[in-house]
């Protein structure tokens, strides 16, 4: 019979497989287990391979519970809701008092705050952990944000610490988020801007190459430049790697070859839900899920083409010759700007949560955890943690007098790009809806004056007024009938 093990993981597909080796390349004994006996196998093979690693693999749920030490830790890794139900139900009903289940899948925030609730009837500990990184970060040190239970997180802090990314100037890539479903919130969110950051680079992309005319090569060596600069980041240097890639089945380069349709799993959606229900602007997240959905009509694009080509439209509308170098450095100008807008927007829609629902999210600690390991990392997420840490209660980040600075910088340069995709009839929605948001929160007076005159002309909703205390309500309607007798 061997010793117990330090923790159990559950659910081996590829983020399982390659978590569960992480732990045990760290030193940690961990119990493995999946519904399909052979992923079982696969992972302990793994194991064998990549190092000898002290993996355990069982094929039935009761002696893979029975392996861990108490109290029991089981993270599991399946697919988010009725699956992570069914899985809990088997595992729970081999688990003692004080053990403890931890959800690392992309779960909705309110289905693990009930689990929390049915587990602890149960006398189980219960967290939910946004898990970032892919297969690449899982295996080798994903960002980590567990919430829920502080007690089950004290359990497994040890592990985490290790396990999780390592930044050399800020450490591990974890911390405890807090109460409730707020690691899945945080993660949803953290996907939200990644929606956004990828829209960004598509757009700069789009007016590189349908403007500019830019080569893959050239492509290639933009993004690899931006990437040693204030763009520094997983997304950009990825960008200029698949710049780089031939066509393994033909001539060319394989992002030629791409399907222009991209799918997605939810969290983006979710995010803009989130924001709307908070009345919080999101607009560049929004634009980057709206490009998505206009991305799946791939046959209504191909048909309109058409239409709009014989009435003269081509693909670019204006065949103008532009100064390469220069729209090359407007570009990389504009998109930094609108990352600004983008990474705003997300803070400001976790700042609102949490005091709705009292979780004291400390915002500068998430930027802190999201520098490594995962998906958004990115050296700019340093320069957040900073405006946080001189000031936890800044209303935006584009107030913080170092990005206000660097916007007011680059706004010229904002402008011209988004000007000269709108003459070309390339869309830039992630762009431009982020140039808007800035352009909105920066003026003192907008026009929402004309818009409220309008509610309180047709509905009587009231109006308060610049001068004067209190609530109004005019009679639009008669006064405006008596000046046209």
Known sequence: MAPPTRIGLAGLAVMGQNLALNIAEKGFPISVYNRTTSKVDETVERAKQEGDLPLFGFHDPESFVQSIQKPRVIIMLVKAGAPVDQTIKTLSAYMEKGDCIIDGGNEWYENTERREKEMSGLGLLYLGMGVSGGEEGARNGPSLMPGGSFEAYEYIEDILLKVAAQVSDSGPCVTYIGKGGSGNFVKMVHNGI???????????????????????????????????????????????????????????????????????????????????????????????????????????????????????????????????????????????????????????????????????????????????GCIIRAIFLDRIKKAYDRNPDLANLLVDPEFAKEIIDRQSAWRRVVCLAINSGISTPGMSSSLAYFDTYRRERVPANLVQAQRDYFGAHTYERVDMEGSFHTEWFKIAKQLKN
């Open 194 to 372: 990644e929606y956004g950051d990828m829209q960004l680079i598509a757009e700069a992309y789009d007016v590189l190459k349908s403007v500019g005319k830019l080569s893959n090569e050239e492509l290639q060596s933009v993004f690899s430049e931006w990437n040693r600069g204030e763009l520094l980041s997983f997304l950009i240097e990825i960008t200029a790697d698949i710049f780089g890639i031939k066509d393994d089945k033909g001539e060319g380069y394989l992002v030629d070859k791409v399907l222009d349709k991209t799918g997605m799993k939810g969290t983006g959606k979710w995010t803009v839900q989130q924001a709307a229900d908070l009345s919080i602007a999101a607009p560049t997240i929004a634009a980057s899920l709206d490009s998505r959905f206009l991305s799946g009509l791939k046959e209504e694009r191909v048909e309109a083409a058409k239409v709009f080509k014989s009435g003269g439209f081509g693909d670019v509308l204006t065949d103008q010759t532009v100064d390469k170098v220069k729209l090359i450095d407007d570009v990389r100008q504009a998109l930094y700007a609108s990352k600004i807008c983008s990474y705003a927007q997300g803070m400001n829609l976790i700042r609102a949560k949490s005091i709705e629902k009292g979780w004291d999210l400390k915002l500068g600690e998430l930027a802190r955890i999201w520098k490594g």
